[in-house]
């Protein structure tokens, strides 16, 4: 992701083709599906997940944390937290304060030293990442290490309050002995609150310290306690992805290279872990979020443990010694490098090391013995010029010294051309990369009359990584960019150029994937969320059709002798699924008329069973929300008579047939 960036066009404005409406009459096409093998392999890791932390994706998102700034490491301590009787200038004699103690030789080097002096009047809440979601009658886990310091504190009071301060759940927990100890208990709140609040009281007069005041619901995706997000797993887990990227984007490298993410500071006790200020906590002129910290309870190790529920390949993303060419472009010095490049070599350990290796033991003792079997790494997020060649031949070379079978991902920028972009590819050729990462966000429009950007590829040349991806409706970086249907039918229309070039490009990926509906930063995005629920948007539906119906092998489907890339609007691409003995063709139709399509088979045995799948909407400028997703798939199923495959393709949609 990026913060700036020139964009085709800052308005879009639908051409003369896109509007041609054929003279009031259905436009018939004749298409022939040749099966004949073009020896092309459709790669498992074809459509895959980018995940970065922007929008709240991480902590307020995928992680199921409910406690903004538990263990009070932001650098404003009482970030999230209020003390409502407490006053600035006062003693507090008829309530109580908190102060912040801090040892620096700790990686978790804060906790709350609370005095109270009248325990009826002493309150402290947290506010929950923009609120605190909470389901009726489910069950949640609420923790925190406690230290008993002086007088006669003998319990603590949690309580869930709904947005009227009405108490929804309480429980009252006896202190016992002195020492830090963790205590546990469990809240069910007797009705669902989209932005309740956590209110903390105590029995009795004294000091305490307290750290670590965590809440997270039971039912996690897998059951896993202090795991993920369950309905935002599983809109993953419904894409069938060969791949997920991880843990960015611009966050890979950090404003400074002080806050690049370290996957070392992400591994061991959650408790352990040392928070960071979240790059994109002042990233957007318009949209400012200062409590935007990252504490890594998502860390590399669930990162891979997710990839692994998924099915897909993890691909992680390291800092290659740059930081955010966007921001400071600070670089590492060459002769200071060797850091960073052991960093690559010892995640590959960690991932893929025996239990008796130094990573791979850690690995072990965090409860994954066996080796996660990572195939792919990247160096650099979206990097440009010399500096970055430089630094990538050094990486090279280390980690195919050690590891020969691991494919490294580069990068050639943020923009899908100029004259970096030519560069860096020009240097990449140069050193047989193996596989190189392009973004582009652009106008639908550009979208759409790329379809066919890599159609001349050179085919020996190193493979396609389209890393990011999104069709912007009014900007990149414009706040009022929407996830409408107009910018995914532009998609779908790329990726048929995408899926036609399966020879070069081996992965793809949308992005951004995660945003919170009162936390983002970036638009457009895949899937929106609140507290409470989640919505797939129309690009969603776009990408899963794709995913789940990628198939096995590349086979040609034209008109006239022609591939479809938007000659008269249409454009197509075909796979055969020798796994499920399926053949699959995906058309999309961006004009705004209904057109017929008859497709004659060639060097295949078509079946009597044709599965028609049509995503489109009544309007281009249609969106799903939280109160209804009106754009999704509808399936129907058909007959086919003669051997020739005769189907309607609806005005400005995406259709599927399967045959089988």
Same mark, same amino acid.
């Given at each position: 992701?990026?913060?700036?960036?020139?964009?085709?066009?800052?308005?879009?404005?639908?051409?003369?083709?896109?509007?041609?409406?054929?003279?009031?009459?259905?436009?018939?096409?004749?298409?022939?599906?040749?099966?004949? @093998?073009?020896?092309?392999? $459709?790669?498992?890791?074809?459509?895959?997940?980018?995940?970065?932390?922007?929008?709240?994706?991480?902590?307020?998102?995928?992680?199921?944390?409910? =406690?903004?700034? *538990?263990?009070?490491?932001?650098?404003?301590?009482?970030?999230?937290?209020?003390?409502?009787?407490?006053?600035?200038?006062?003693?507090?004699?008829?309530?109580?304060?908190?102060?912040?103690?801090?040892?620096?030789?700790?990686?978790?080097?804060?906790?709350? *030293?609370?005095?109270?002096?009248?325990?009826?009047?002493?309150?402290?809440?947290?506010?929950?990442?923009?609120?605190?979601?909470?389901?009726?009658?489910?069950?949640?886990?609420?923790?925190?290490?406690?230290?008993?310091?002086?007088?006669?504190?003998?319990?603590?009071?949690?309580? +869930?309050?709904?947005?009227?301060?009405?108490?929804?759940?309480?429980? @009252?927990?006896?202190?016992?002995?002195?020492?830090?100890?963790?205590?546990?208990?469990?809240?069910?709140?007797?009705?669902?609150?989209?932005?309740?609040?956590?209110? $903390?009281?105590?029995?009795?007069?004294g000091v305490v310290n307290m750290d670590m005041i965590s809440l997270f619901p039971q039912d996690t995706w897998k059951g896993r306690k202090g795991g993920l997000r369950k309905d935002l797993v599983q809109k993953l887990y419904d894409l069938q992805p060969g791949f997920l990227r991880f843990p960015g984007g611009c966050i890979v490298e950090g404003r400074t290279l002080a806050e690049r993410y370290q996957w070392k500071k992400t591994i061991g006790k959650v408790e352990d872990r040392e928070n960071l200020i979240n790059k994109w906590n002042n990233g957007f002129t318009h949209r400012l979020t200062p409590d935007y910290w990252q504490s890594f309870g998502l860390g590399f190790f669930e990162y891979f443990q997710l990839a692994e529920d998924l099915g897909a390949e993890p691909l992680p993303i390291l800092s290659c010694?740059?930081?955010?060419?966007?921001?400071?472009?600070?670089?590492?010095?060459?002769?200071?490098?060797?850091?960073?490049?052991?960093?690559?070599?010892?995640?590959?350990?960690?991932?893929?090391?025996?239990?008796?290796?130094?990573?791979?033991?850690? *690995?072990?003792?965090?409860?994954?013995?066996?080796?996660?079997?990572?195939?792919?790494?990247?160096?650099?997020?979206?990097?440009?010029?010399?500096?970055?060649?430089?630094?990538?031949?050094?990486?090279?070379?280390?980690?195919?010294?050690?590891?020969?079978?691991?494919?490294?991902?580069?990068?050639?920028?943020?923009?899908?051309?100029?004259?970096?972009?030519?560069?860096?590819?020009?240097?990449? &050729?140069?050193?047989?990369?193996?596989?190189?990462?392009?973004?582009?966000?652009?106008?639908?429009?550009?979208?759409?009359?790329?379809?066919?950007?890599?159609?001349?590829?050179?085919?020996?040349?190193?493979?396609?990584?389209?890393?990011?991806?999104?069709?912007?409706?009014?900007?990149?970086? &414009?706040?009022?960019?929407?996830?409408?249907?107009?910018?995914?039918?532009?998609?779908?229309?790329?990726?048929?150029?995408?899926?036609?070039?399966?020879?070069?490009?081996?992965?793809?990926?949308?992005?951004?994937?995660?945003?919170?509906?009162?936390?983002?930063?970036?638009?457009?995005?895949? $899937?929106?969320?609140?507290?409470?629920?989640?919505?797939?948007?129309?690009?969603?539906?776009?990408?899963? +059709?794709?995913?789940?119906?990628?198939?096995?092998?590349?086979?040609?489907?034209?008109?006239?002798?022609?591939?479809?890339?938007?000659?008269? /609007?249409?454009?197509?691409?075909?796979?055969?699924?020798?796994?499920?003995?399926?053949?699959?063709?995906?058309?999309?139709?961006?004009?705004?008329?209904?057109? /017929?399509?008859?497709?004659?088979?060639?060097?295949?045995?078509?079946?009597?069973?044709?599965?028609?799948?049509?995503?489109? /909407?009544?309007?281009?400028?249609?969106?799903?929300?939280?109160? /209804?997703?009106?754009?999704?798939?509808?399936?129907?199923?058909?007959?086919?008579?003669?051997?020739?495959?005769?189907?309607? =393709?609806?005005?400005?949609?995406?259709?599927?047939?399967?045959? &089988?």
């Amino acid at each position: 992701m990026k913060t700036k960036f020139k964009i085709f066009a800052t308005t879009f404005s639908l051409s003369v083709t896109f509007f041609s409406a054929q003279n009031g009459n259905v436009k018939k096409h004749f298409l022939d599906l040749d099966g004949t @093998s073009t020896n092309i392999k $459709i790669q498992p890791t074809m459509y895959g997940i980018f995940f970065e932390d922007i929008n709240f994706a991480a902590d307020g998102g995928l992680y199921a944390e409910l =406690i903004k700034n *538990r263990s009070f490491e932001f650098d404003e301590p009482l970030t999230g937290w209020k003390q409502p009787n407490t006053k600035t200038l006062s003693p507090n004699l008829d309530s109580g304060f908190l102060t912040i103690i801090t040892d620096k030789s700790k990686t978790n080097k804060n906790y709350a *030293r609370i005095t109270i002096c009248k325990d009826k009047n002493y309150v402290l809440e947290n506010e929950g990442f923009r609120g605190i979601g909470l389901h009726q009658g489910e069950k949640y886990d609420l923790s925190f290490n406690l230290e008993n310091v002086s007088g006669n504190i003998s319990a603590i009071n949690t309580s +869930l309050i709904d947005e009227n301060g009405t108490v929804i759940s309480s429980v @009252s927990t006896i202190i016992k002995g002195g020492g830090w100890q963790k205590y546990t208990v469990v809240l069910t709140p007797s009705k669902t609150v989209e932005k309740a609040k956590l209110q $903390i009281t105590f029995t009795g007069k004294g000091v305490v310290n307290m750290d670590m005041i965590s809440l997270f619901p039971q039912d996690t995706w897998k059951g896993r306690k202090g795991g993920l997000r369950k309905d935002l797993v599983q809109k993953l887990y419904d894409l069938q992805p060969g791949f997920l990227r991880f843990p960015g984007g611009c966050i890979v490298e950090g404003r400074t290279l002080a806050e690049r993410y370290q996957w070392k500071k992400t591994i061991g006790k959650v408790e352990d872990r040392e928070n960071l200020i979240n790059k994109w906590n002042n990233g957007f002129t318009h949209r400012l979020t200062p409590d935007y910290w990252q504490s890594f309870g998502l860390g590399f190790f669930e990162y891979f443990q997710l990839a692994e529920d998924l099915g897909a390949e993890p691909l992680p993303i390291l800092s290659c010694g740059m930081a955010c060419q966007f921001n400071t472009a600070e670089l590492v010095k060459m002769e200071d490098l060797d850091p960073y490049v052991q960093d690559a070599l010892d995640l590959i350990e960690f991932a893929n090391g025996d239990p008796n290796t130094k990573w791979g033991k850690i *690995r072990t003792e965090m409860g994954h013995p066996e080796p996660f079997n990572m195939k792919f790494i990247g160096v650099g997020n979206e990097q440009w010029g010399a500096d970055y060649i430089e630094r990538y031949k050094v990486f090279e070379k280390a980690i195919h010294a050690k590891y020969p079978d691991i494919k490294i991902i580069s990068g050639s920028g943020p923009s899908p051309d100029g004259e970096f972009f030519e560069y860096g590819w020009k240097e990449l &050729k140069k050193l047989n990369a193996q596989i190189v990462d392009e973004h582009y966000y652009n106008s639908p429009d550009w979208f759409m009359k790329n379809a066919g950007r890599y159609d001349n590829y050179d085919r020996s040349g190193p493979k396609v990584f389209a890393g990011e991806y999104a069709a912007q409706s009014v900007g990149v970086v &414009k706040p009022d960019n929407k996830n409408n249907w107009l910018t995914a039918l532009s998609e779908a229309a790329f990726m048929t150029g995408l899926e036609r070039n399966a020879d070069v490009v081996a992965m793809t990926s949308y992005a951004p994937l995660f945003a919170h509906a009162d936390g983002w930063q970036w638009t457009p995005d895949l $899937i929106w969320f609140n507290n409470l629920k989640s919505y797939a948007t129309p690009n969603y539906y776009v990408q899963k +059709l794709f995913s789940n119906n990628k198939g096995t092998d590349l086979i040609k489907i034209s008109e006239n002798g022609k591939p479809l890339k938007g000659e008269n /609007s249409l454009y197509a691409s075909a796979v055969k699924d020798d796994e499920k003995g399926e053949t699959i063709i995906k058309i999309v139709n961006v004009n705004p008329q209904e057109i /017929s399509v008859e497709i004659t088979p060639k060097s295949i045995k078509p079946g009597n069973k044709l599965t028609k799948i049509v995503l489109t /909407s009544s309007g281009l400028s249609e969106e799903n929300n939280f109160q /209804s997703e009106t754009i999704t798939p509808k399936e129907e199923a058909q007959t086919i008579k003669k051997g020739k495959i005769s189907v309607e =393709i609806p005005a400005n949609s995406l259709v599927i047939l399967k045959i &089988k």
